[in-house]
């Protein structure tokens, strides 16, 4: 198939991300049907656009008129969401071109991920007619996508609407593992901005993605989930060419060869030799990891933190054993413990009593009942200039409560010299808010152990090495 | 330090992890100090006994009787918990023993830890008084100990009593990862039996806590979370002794050298080398992991689940992304995906529609609208004679709701044939009380991420390997 997509086709792929009118082909009132869930996910995202049921047998749908075809709407279209049997999605992608629709969401499985060649030849002809008529189509055989920054929630799960917004976009070959990700960032205080299935891959693939996403204002990171893919040169040639404009990240599965299968089957192409991926992302400037918790602990961080300048880390914790494992990582992926200057071991010295010890890794503990005296250590330490990046722990304990919150300030003027991660955990409900508001100002991303946070600023350094080789 | 201990020691061991009466030395109503913390721990807890606050200074405290002294109290103490300042320790434990005293909570700090030789000679005073009346001291300069299965916070953290009963029993010598590992215990419906400060380890050690667990009926699981030994031997002995008899898992921090500085500054003892901690802990049967999330995940499923007979895993997945992430790790980890019977792929067969793909993993999308074809793949995946274990994977979409519930009574009774892990992945509120509910049962170990539930299946096995070598 073809790849190369005209100016128009690129055009029609913005209108697809931020449409001011949606129609839902095959949306139902039965919560058994997809249709039903892809019209709760539109209706209860705070979709500020007009939304436009599509279904002959019902006249109403979820408060809104139902209309019998794309035809009868009285409105322009801009984005379809597709929910139709498969043999029938033909047919509605010429009705989407005839009413003038920019984009269509293809939710329908049933092509070349199925185990049957008519699949694949049916793919085939929806990509060439879409093609011939420069539609952007995203899927099949996917779960939708979602703009949080438009408040627009195209997919099958209403629960994406509550995920924070931010700028990370998450272009993922999985559902699931967009389902995982998007979870866990939810549960996780985390934010994204858009969560794209690619599915199938009909004529919207990771490289048409990266076109896009490079001049995408709300976008500053993206991250790609990777299982396969057909044309791995266009990737790493689109990527190359934007080499450092945005980071781009990927996680690829399928080492196994079990998981080979898998991925064969249901996207519809080969995993390859684990190797050569491995050396045409770095020659591309995309940066690999190899589990879901680094690719969006990291995703975060990028999309919070200035780099670092060098790998000289100082780690700062409320107590000493998280400190320890952190200082383990960090030995293990190449950083530096530094030794701070001596203007700022005197000024630790003013803040902790004299037994405390004082280098680093710093032990705060001593000073927890004093929020001055934990945010004077933070500032010294930030302002080191031996010191090129900031891990700060703490784990709750009553006489800490306070400490996190008033941090905010120092954090906020800080985060945009020199990087910092954190570690703060607590049961629910006593930081969740005072995190989610220094979150949501962009002065911390929070990673929930010391391992994670550690290998996340492992990660920001050698990425800051590769992109700037 | 002498560190052979009698008989009597240990009754009173016992004693100390389930008293019939606690006084709080140095209790306070003031919540600046750590005297109020804990008498709001042991009030909070739900603790069945006495509790007995012990300050000349008030006459009640937090709706409790206060007592000018020990020998005031018009009962017998069990477990004396003491939070006075470090030169008033010793006289107190003359009065403990006087008082018949069974055992001691010392979270007062101040003694070898500090950067001052006093605090050495002090602490060795307590130790040799201690010793001398066989009065176990847990402690000094801990957070102190929690036994959920007795509803005793002995602790400053009265959030620990919100913990989940369990059968894990983890020791640790610092309070900053057990806040860590409690508070990601409590997050991730993790259950724990007690949490144990061993702080500066007076007179009880990691090898005491070994001699006392092992009889311990409520602990299945021992937990050791190590930075440094003052008497290696000690510990390696007393655990190959107990060889295989209940699991002895340990995380080591301190691989690091700016580590190794910061753990003699805290608990007052050096790291080691980490080469021979390694080779020390495998000799005596003690299995280690690497991060806090790995020892968490372990310590749960060694709870709950038999060990694996050997090491061919099926891998059941809602979706296929994920399935191929747990595929790498067991990749990684020597574990096999192993191929179905003839059987097995005939009955998997009838469950799902003719073009899914019915070989390992399993991809059960095509069922998620019928929970009883879920339910039953997972069956004939459990009866499959080649099978030694088997990881289950959903993430949530609108359709697949009710699935996780109704697995409920096939892992129920398969948990105790054969290991089942499980990453069930959700908003928070919608399976979490379904997945409590199994791991109540005893039906479930639910891990966060495809990743970390590879690993802990790759643990599982690694670790019967170990023990049966």
């Not at 199925?114 to 995203?138: H, T």
């Not at 490079?214 to 893919?229: C, R, S």
């Not at 991660?421 to 409900?429: I, K």
Request: charged residues 20%; glycine residues 8%.
């Amino acid at each position: 198939m073809e790849a190369i997509k005209d100016n128009q086709f690129f055009q029609n792929l913005s209108v697809l991300f931020k449409p001011r009118s949606v129609a839902v082909i095959g949306a139902s009132s039965n919560p058994d049907k997809l249709g039903y869930h892809v019209m709760k996910s539109l209706t209860q995202g705070n979709f500020q656009g007009r939304i436009f049921p599509v279904n002959p047998g019902s006249e109403e749908i979820m408060g809104f008129p139902a209309f019998s075809s794309l035809e009868a709407c009285p409105d322009s279209i801009d984005l379809a969401v597709i929910v139709l049997p498969a043999k029938m999605v033909l047919d509605i992608l010429y009705q989407c071109h005839h009413s003038l629709v920019k984009g269509v969401v293809l939710i329908t499985a049933g092509f070349k991920e199925i185990d049957d060649p008519l699949g694949a030849e049916q793919q085939e002809k929806l990509a060439e007619y879409a093609n011939s008529v420069s539609l952007p189509v995203i899927g099949p055989n996917t779960f939708g996508m979602v703009n949080l920054n438009w408040d627009l929630n195209a997919s099958f799960t209403p629960e994406f609407s509550s995920l924070k917004k931010g700028r990370v976009t998450l272009v993922s070959q999985s559902g699931g593992i967009s389902h995982l990700l998007a979870f866990t960032a939810l549960n996780n205080i985390y934010r994204l901005g858009k969560v794209v299935g690619l599915g199938n891959r009909l004529n919207v693939d990771f490289a048409q993605m990266i076109d896009y996403l490079v001049e995408d204002p709300e976008t500053e990171v993206i991250a790609l989930y990777i299982e396969g893919l057909d044309r791995p040169r266009e990737l790493m040639d689109k990527a190359k060419r934007v080499w450092g404009e945005k980071p781009i990240i990927a996680l690829k599965t399928g080492r196994a060869d079990s998981g080979n299968q898998s991925s064969m089957s249901h996207t519809g192409s080969m995993a390859g030799s684990d190797v050569i991926y491995q050396g045409a992302f770095r020659q591309s400037g995309i940066y690999r990891v190899n589990t879901t918790e680094e690719f969006l602990d990291l995703s975060q961080a990028l999309s919070v933190c200035t780099l670092p300048k060098g790998h000289k880390v100082a780690v700062l914790s409320g107590q000493a054993g998280p400190s320890m494992a952190v200082c383990d990582i960090c030995y293990d992926h190449g950083l530096e413990i530094v030794s701070f200057t001596q203007k700022t071991r005197e000024t630790i010295h003013g803040y902790l009593p004299p037994l405390a010890l004082r280098e680093n890794p710093v032990d705060m503990g001593p000073a927890w009942y004093n929020s001055s005296a934990v945010r004077g250590i933070v500032r010294a330490v930030l302002e080191d200039e031996k010191v090129d990046a900031v891990i700060i722990l703490m784990m709750f304990a009553s006489a800490n409560r306070v400490t996190i919150p008033e941090l905010s300030p120092v954090l906020f003027e800080w985060q945009q010299k020199k990087p910092v991660l954190s570690c703060f955990v607590a049961p629910h409900g006593i930081w969740d808010q005072a995190i989610e508001a220094m979150v949501e100002q962009k002065a911390l991303v929070n990673i929930p152990t010391p391992e994670r946070v550690g290998k996340a600023m492992a990660h920001l350094w050698h990425y800051s090495q590769m992109i700037n080789r």
